[in-house]
Each structure stands twice: as C-alpha cells, then as structure tokens.
C-alpha cells in the first residue's frame, strides 16, 4: 500500500497529495476550489475543535453565531479592509431560480435581482461589528469575548487541500474592550493559547511574532502569526492574532459610555485558525509510508490487530486491553475483518496515522506476551499483555514528545543567520527554512525581496533580541533582525 | 422586568419576540432574513448539538463535510427536488469586486461572471450523492451513515427567529444502503432517535407519523416526522426523517457491485433537525415570565444569589454548594455583582430560565437553610445547607419530568376527534391543537382542506388504529384517521 504514495524526495507536492487523498482526509468537490472533508480528516478536526473551544471558554469566551452574507456596501466602511477582502469573492446577486422559458432547464430569475449584492463572508468584522453597535453601550457591556466556528470564502485561483481552498472552515474570535491595553493583551493571551495548542497537541513548534505592515491583515494595526515550518522547508502561517485598534468601532460607530460618562470608541481584537492547521498537521509528521498523527488529536489512537485472525484466545486478550485502555481513556479499535491480511491492515493504519499498533499472535499469546509498533519510529517491541495497557499509556505520552523533538529540531536546524544577500539567496535555494537577517523596516525593501527571490518576512519574532546590523538588500541600518521564509 | 414581555394570551406572537429578545437568544441582523444567534441562545444550541452528536455517533454514524456551493445543473438532476428547492434560493453569480471607476464605491465586477452559477445549498443532497458515486463500488462501502453539521440557505419572504429564517444551522444526516429494507430502517431509527431527544432532553411530546404526499420531501418516497404542539396550540414539525428510495442514486449514478457481482442502485435516506428546535423548546415551556429551559439543555442549570449581597459566611456556603454540584456535573453561577439587588437579579434569571435559584440569607444561614426556587412552578422552598446539593440534584430531574408531563397533559387535551367537516372548522377555529380525523388519502381533498381552513395534514400517526369511517370533506371512505392542525 505505501506504494501507492510518491515519496517527499521525489515529489513533496505529489506526497501531500497522495497522503490527503490515501488517508481518507479530504477529496475535491464538483464545486471549483471547494474541498470535501472526509469522515476521517473530519474526525481529526474535530479533535482540533474540540480542544481548541474548551481553551477558548476557559478564558472566558463564549460562542455566538452570525450570518453567512455581508451586505456589500458593509465591505467599504473599513478602507484597508475593503481592499484586503473585497476582491475574489462569491457575490450573491439573485434569490430565485425559475424554469427557462424556452426549456433550457433552471435559469436565474431576472426579476429577482437584489438591491444591494450580498458577499458570502471571507472574514466577519463588518458584520459583527455593525452588531456589536447594539449590544455595546456602556463600559459595562465590556469586554465582550466572543468567538463563532463557521464557513468563510475566499475565492482562491489555485487551490490545495486544507492549505488554500475557496471555502474553508474556522473559529473568528471578535472581542471588544474598552482600552487599547486589555485589547492588546486579548491578542497577546490568544497567540499563546494559539502556541500552546499547536505545540502541545499538534507537537508542531512555532515562532510568535508580529508581522511587518505589508504583511498585515487588512485593517489591524498589528497582526500577531504563529509560524511553523514544514518538512519541504517552506513556512506556514498557522494562525494569526489582531489588534484591531479602533478601526472598525470608527468603522461602524461603536461607542460606550466610559466610567466617566463619557463616549468612547470601542477597541477590537479578532483572531482565527483553520482547517488549515490540518495541512500543517500533516505536513510537519508524516513520512513515506502515510499520514502520522500526534496521540492527542487521533481518533484512534490504537489499534489491535489479530494475527492471523480472530478466535477465542486472542479475541478475550483484546478485550482485555481494550477495557484497560478504555478504562484510561484511550480510544481503541480491534480489527476483527477476516478477509484481510494483517500486513494489508499494518500498512493501511499506517497509512492512516494510527498512533500504537498491537500485534496478538497465537504463539506470542502462549509467551503471555503482544507486539506492540509505534507508528512514528516504526520500532516493535514484545511486552507481556498484563502489562501491555499500562505501557501503552506511556508511549502514547512518548510519542507525542517524541513528536515535537523531532520537528523542533528539524525546525531549529532550520534557523539560518545571514548577513548579505548572495547568502541570502545561496541559503534560500539550497537549505531553505527560516532565515534570520537584518532588514531596513521599509515595504518598498520587503517587496522588493519578495520579487527577486519569492521570500517573505514571516515575523519579527516577539523574543527577538536587539542587534544592531546593515539590511541585507540596502545596506541601511538595522535594529534587529527578522525571520525571512518561502511560505505557503 | 417581566413587565417587559407582553402576555401569552395578550399577543401570542409578541411574546415569542420578547422572550427570543429579553432572554438574548437571538437578534434580526442587517441581512433581510439572517438572524445573529446571541451567547446564551448559542449555548443552549451548543448543549442540543452536542447531545445529538453523540447519539448519531452511538448509532454508528460519522461526521464529514460537504461543500456550501452547489452547481446550479445538479438541483435539476432529480425532477421533484428542483421542484421544491430551486425556488427561492441564493444565486452566486459572480467571484469578484471592483473598484466603480464612476467612483461609486465598490461595485460587482462583470468579466468576473461565473459560468454556471452556484447555489448556497438549501439542503446537500445532490452535492453528497454526486460525491458518493466515487466513494461506493462495492457493498461492502455500504452502509454510509454520514452526518453534517452545517448552515443552510432557503430564501424566505416571511421569517421568524428560530422558527423561519433564510439561513439556520442545522444537521443532515445522508446515508447510503445496499437494501431497501435497510434504508427504511435506517430513517425509522433516526426518527426514533429524534423522537427520544425531544422528549427526554427537550421534554418536548412529539407524535411520529409519516407524512402524506402532498408534505412529502421533494425527491422523497417517504416522509417520517415528529410533530410537537406549541401553547397557542399550532403544531410544529420539529425533525424529518426521509426514505429517498432510489432516487438521488438514479439521478447521480450511484451503483454498487453487489455481492452477486451484479450492479445495482444504492438505497438512500437523509434527515434533519435545525436551529427551528430552538423555537419549538421556547414555544414548549416558557411562560409570560420569560424563558423555561428544561435542565438537562440549560447552559446554567442553578444560579446562586447572595441577599442582599456577598459576604464571608455566604461566600463560604455558595462555595460549599458549588463544590457539591459541580462534583455531581451541574453547572453552577455564582452571581457576585454587588451593583444589581437581588430583586433584580431574580426577574433576570427567571427571564433566562436558569431551573433552579438559590437565594443565600444571612439570618436563614444562621438557621442552617437556604432557599430553593424551581423556575417551572415557581415555587420556593427552606431546606438545609447541608443536603441542599442533594436536593438540588433530585430537584432537576423532576423540573425535568414535569415539563414533559405538562406539556404532554396539553398536548394530549387538544388531540381532539372529529367526524364531520362543520365540527372540524369550530375546533380548529375554538381550542386548535391536533384534529383526528378522516381522510379519503388524495391529495386533492387535502389541498382543499387547506384552502377552507388552513388546515393541514401533520402525519398519519406511526402507532394509528384503523378504523373504518368517513372522508370529512368528500365522505369518501377511508380506513384510517389522520392529524390535521395549523402549523408554523
């Protein structure tokens, strides 16, 4: 069956593919640049959803639902915003269908044009804000903690698998407060829970950092990304934080009455990670052979396996594990199918991340011992199936660490400091990975950058570390240096 | 503040709009038809979803996700389904803005027209079954039990929140069998399903019954339903649960290798439950107070109120009961504000229909007691501090089974049988509520009773006698009575 994937060395794009597509995580649809998510990639997100929104509550936030359509002219009242997102996008323009007149089939109805068009979402701060106008009236009525998981559009022309479809999936947190520190604390406190659960769950390591102003989101004062760096050697922007400052309260003319009595305009922070954080899933763990998932976001996080089937004895040793492991909360499978193989079910949960596989023979069984592999260093081990749960348990936990080392230090090894720009170039085409240079803080020089050799400025790391140096492109002076990287 | 809502029997429809407001369940938005489902209202849905969640998942079914857009020619692919979906609907006809260069702000881009248009789906059949031919070759990919969370769109002229709106939250269950016996039975386990939620979780009565032809799914062979009765005594279709037959299988092509290796058509079902839940628990319990949860979806299901205010030894009981409930999996408030007085916070709470409220005295406290109030009954109680969380727990389960028992005492007296056409209008037009009565099983007497009387056929009740009688129109002979009500 890992026949099936083209290896990273030959094809890294063909292996993403192949992996997406193999693991049952997700298919494209009839419908150009929409992706379906399939039961199992699906299952995966909800693991992520799941985490993610008890972190959310836990903080204080709570979630509501807004709709799906933003009038049109609400897309203009946020300068920068309208030219950030109101491009590509999914214009609704009619609300019936009738028959053709002349047997054609269902055309649109001419008759029921809108007055005013409607954009399906590609972010909601317009219409959440034109909201927040009535909910908001006093300094009472702050902060309010709010976060939606909803469908957004985007209208993308080149589209990949979870890392840039037309439609997508996310949670938009949208918080209000009524001073520009707690503001920017919300966005502070999101990009580390963001970091935690990237780091913690998904064993993926990112840099917190803050991103130049070409890089922005369209109408923050400041966006705050994790950024993580996948096995090509190519960084993804795993989820970004931002201070909106007062932009969208002008915006939509949201005030509160202050402690003072006085009208204030309110301050906003909006926040969000997608199914685009299951690209990066994939891509910072899987191998060769298939998907490879962290413990605590797998559906099935073990599977046993008879050899070469099913019967009584090795039937009653499953169960045994099973209840131990369920009695841990650890989500097992036994794979009873008689028409299968075991090396066809090895390869195929392999295929499909599962993290612990358990091999019961009838031979092993009489040694009262089991086989147990793990799937991210594909080592075997015997251990006596009295004690088998109990060791299953632990692996889980070292797998998931072992997770993260390993991608930590591939990233790490990956951190490159250059100081002119042939080793700019030289290092960008050979290594890759995050590069750290000094940079003259102008957009006409990242630009710039940016045409000659496709890097882009992925973050000022926040624990940067002053230094003064010449930008690498100009030879003006420097005060630090920032993370350069080719991203997805 | 229960001066706020208007009364029941004052303006039926208006209370329903006070409480959706005063309780902040929900809000009209800025696009015709959408609604802006509030924190609180949300976290009731979010309680729904996730008790319906787990038993489609106890019941074998997986979730997946399908895209928002369908291709316009796929509603046209089975006849009676663009029948009754391609109507009023919302058309993407275009993927970009533009700058007017009249300078009128931004304006629909015309060389962005797509080819065909898109429509926002108003239900996902033809989208699944047109992924289902490449997912389904053989039986043994049989049976699918897919199930999708989602928002969907039906242009709706009148709307109502929760009750009607043009787009709602909802899930659609899609599967796939080899058999027809085994789809049927499929949609009459959901129906079940559905049925047990909404009265064990709901304590919303319901009656099941299919429903006739003329209210039958479009593409459907059968309808199932469970019909629920609100306090102004209309019925509300609460869950539909269809048998599809084989007919989105022959217009997507979708056959399997059967185990004789023959080809055959795949067996399908889909069903459904939305955000329209929302209004009929609403519409169940509440009262001209304000809003009656039942416990087992109430976000909170016991508020605490220190009187007149919080204090060491009341901070130290409200503490000591929080503990025990909380151990005991109820959710617990403390309401500490020091600047609304308990009166207040009493109306406020009853408005939210929070079941159980705790008030904390300082001279009861010395006496060892506290005072419990039931939201439902209103009634209020002494009891010791020390078993008040005992209490408590047992408190909830009987708030629970009396809202079901009262609801099912006013529904049952206004299950009323008729046996001729003058006595079917006088109670439909006197006390309401279901009519049992004659039928003659065409369509065209139906339509009929509905034009006099606005009158339609809920269900033919699952667990119906026969009985022989008379069509109470034509006089036509018929061998079983139906339910006819008013309905929303």
Chains 1, 2 share one sequence.
Not at 90 to 106: C, F, I, Q, S
Not at 176 to 186: K, L, R, V, Y
Not at 324 to 339: F, H, Q, R
Not at 460 to 479: F, Y
């Amino acid at each position: 069956m890992s026949k099936e994937i083209t290896s990273r060395s030959e094809d890294y794009s063909q292996w993403y593919n192949d992996i997406v597509r193999k693991a049952n995580l997700a298919d494209h649809s009839a419908v150009r640049g929409c992706m379906v998510i399939k039961p199992y990639g699906f299952g995966i997100w909800e693991n992520i959803k799941s985490v993610l929104d008890g972190m959310f509550k836990e903080t204080g936030h709570v979630n509501a639902y807004f709709p799906l359509f933003i009038p049109k002219s609400f897309l203009s009242k946020e300068a920068e915003h309208v030219e950030g997102f109101a491009k590509e996008c999914a214009v609704v323009t009619h609300h019936r269908l009738m028959n053709d007149p002349n047997g054609g089939g269902v055309v649109v109805d001419p008759s029921a044009r809108l007055e005013e068009e409607l954009i399906v979402r590609p972010t909601s701060e317009t219409i959440i804000w034109n909201t927040y106008r009535d909910w908001i009236k006093s300094y009472r009525d702050l902060p309010l903690l709010i976060n939606q998981w909803a469908n957004v559009v985007r209208w993308e022309m080149r589209t990949r698998l979870f890392l840039r479809t037309a439609e997508f999936l996310w949670q938009e947190g949208h918080t209000a407060h009524a001073s520009s520190e707690e503001a920017i604390q919300e966005t502070l406190t999101i990009l580390d829970l963001y970091a935690k659960f990237a780091e913690e769950y998904m064993a993926m390591p990112v840099i917190k950092g803050v991103k130049s102003a070409n890089e922005r989101f369209a109408g923050a004062v400041d966006t705050y990304t994790i950024e993580a760096l996948m096995q090509d050697s190519k960084a993804l922007q795993a989820g970004t934080s931002h201070f909106l400052g007062q932009n969208f309260a002008k915006a939509f003319d949201v005030k509160f009455l202050n402690e003072n009595q006085k009208q204030e305009l309110v301050w906003a922070t909006s926040w969000g990670v997608s199914t685009r954080l299951m690209g990066g899933l994939i891509m910072t763990h899987s191998d060769d052979q298939g998907l490879v998932i962290p413990p605590r976001l797998a559906p099935t996080q073990v599977v046993i396996i008879p050899i070469p089937k099913p019967g009584p004895e090795i039937d009653e040793a499953a169960d045994k594990i099973m209840a131990e492991l369920k009695a841990m909360g650890i989500s097992v499978k036994y794979d009873t199918d008689k028409k299968k193989r075991p090396g066809f079910k090895f390869a195929e949960y392999e295929m499909h991340g599962i993290p612990v596989r358990i091999g019961i023979g009838k031979r092993d069984l009489e040694q009262g011992m089991v086989e147990i592999a793990r799937r991210d260093t594909k080592e075997k081990t015997q251990q006596p199936l009295d004690s088998a749960a109990k060791y299953i348990q632990q692996l889980l936990e070292d797998i998931q660490q072992n997770l993260f080392e390993r991608a930590k230090k591939f990233r790490d090894d990956r951190i490159t400091k250059v100081d002119d720009f042939d080793q700019f170039k030289e290092v960008l085409n050979t290594k890759g990975g995050f590069i750290s240079a000094h940079w003259d803080g102008t957009t006409e020089t990242e630009v710039k950058i940016k045409e000659l050799t496709k890097a882009t400025i992925r973050c000022i790391p926040l624990d940067n570390e002053l230094e003064d140096g010449k930008c690498i492109l100009t030879g003006q002076p420097s005060k630090q240096r920032v993370l350069f990287a080719k991203a997805y």
